[in-house]
């Protein structure tokens, strides 16, 4: 990760990673908020005459432009004047804050539109992925990039940019007027505060967005092991590993806790840095008027002047620099989201896939990325339409990978997997899993109703009854429907717990049915099985076998597998 960029590029890559739309309404937006911070100072300073025309009698004629006003609006008593002139002050200041809680609304709308629309849009990307990408990446680290960076980035990251832009055309305004009314306090100012920001900037902007990329990864590693004491909460007691997870997570909190407090320093020191040196400044330059000249007078007001001017720019100076350093700080936010925003996706391949005839695999080999040997070596497989094949070999063979190629998870590494002739690729691997229905052992189920679990994903209101109790019937859960205290309305519990493992492998077919699948592909769990299960599910996969539905069939037992009509062995 390049942290050296100069802000510049920064910016640029920030408004590039913008979707359109924003783009504009960005521009818009900053545009508003510097009127807004030229309201303030204005209104701010419009008090002043006011003050001077109530204190000193006879202001408002001395003053030119007052006078003039004064004269053009046919006043004829400074008293009414000054009462009109507070009442535009109050109009003004009205008018102003109006507008303040407008920008900030507006702000407020563009950042959480912003988090919206990236994220949804990462989780999108993230999604298209694939299989290997969700399975070889830790869980907390996906919510992270998908929830945690975009909302990052629109919040901190692009605050920061408004800020920045807004402080920088100030400065620019305070900078103009200076050099229109004495460029020598400017000059020194300038001399002053250049320097000190550009050395501070230097020495700490690498440091900065490196402790932004570090504080950003241990979000998920300071959660990591609180989930895995309650996920595995059994295994950590029996092992009475408790103490190892408690000192991962405070060796974490302690790395984030100085992290933090580094960054909180380093961000307020320029302030003060800048501000020791601006009176430093004062106290040489007076001094050498005391000693030196002989005009002391005139260096007074030269420096009374310079100070004013200093107490107005540095706050705006130091805004600035907290700004520049908050952008560093959420530097990595731009490698993240460049790199899932990137939306290089593949051609997509629209022929349907028919799955008249048969599912061919020819010479196919597979290989994990970062995998020395190859998993799947040279297999050939034909699955017609109607049969079922079985698959058997030793535990780590193969076979789920097998099974996750034919799903269209993995993409084979040599040789092809095709349906009826049509090759099954990234291009139309979606085309093909609309045909597919995936039990486990292991069913995924979530904690709401029997038909919740089967029309998996379906809001209840589109649940089709006739197609439950079709799927219901051939699943061979009506049995179990029956026993059932409020029929299929009845929750069966986070993770199943209130159903048997057979019961669950039957809600597993009963989901595929469903969802009009015509090929069901069965993953046996290794051990788990007892007799009375594995009986069930032999008997499950005949009535389904008779009903000529596809299948492809992982078993340990070649009696799970008695009614397939072929078996293919992986060694
Ligand atoms: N996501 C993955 N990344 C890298 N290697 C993997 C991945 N998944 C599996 N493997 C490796 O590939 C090999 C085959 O695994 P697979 O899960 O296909 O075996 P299996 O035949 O289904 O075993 P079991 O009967 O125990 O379920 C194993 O050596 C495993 O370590
Ligand atoms: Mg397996």
Redo the contacts with the bound molecule.
Sequence with gaps: MNSSHSIFSTLGRIYKILPKTYRRKSILLTLAILVNSLFEIVGLAAILPVLAAILKKGFVEQQPILHALYQQLAFNDPKHFIVAMCLMILLFILIKNLFGVWVQTKQAHFSWNLHESISSQVFENAFKRGY?FF??NNSNRILNRINGIPQQFAQQMLINVFQLINEFLILILIIGSLLVYDYLILLLLGGIVLPVFVFFYQTTKKRIASYGTRLNELGPEIVKPVYEVVFGYVDVVVNGIFPNFKKEYLSKIKEAKSLRITVLIIQNIPNRLIETCVILAVLIILLYGLFQLQETDKILTLMSIFGLAAYRTIPSINRLILAVMNIKNFHYTLDYLEDYLNTSSTEKNTTPILFKEKLCVKNLSFS?PD?NNP?LKNISIEIKKGESLGIM?S????????MNILLGFLQPTSGHFSIDEILVDNTNREIWQQKCGYVRQDVFLIDGSLEDNIAFGVPKSDVDPIRLEAAIQKAQLSTLLDTLPSGKDTNIGERGAKISGGQRQRVGIARALYHGAEILFFDEA?SALDSTTEEEITESIRSLHESHLTMVI?AHRESTLKYCDSIFR?A
């Design positions: 290997l399975s070889q994990y995998a998993v070999g535990s780590g063979s193969g076979k789920t990978t097998l290794t992982i992986l």
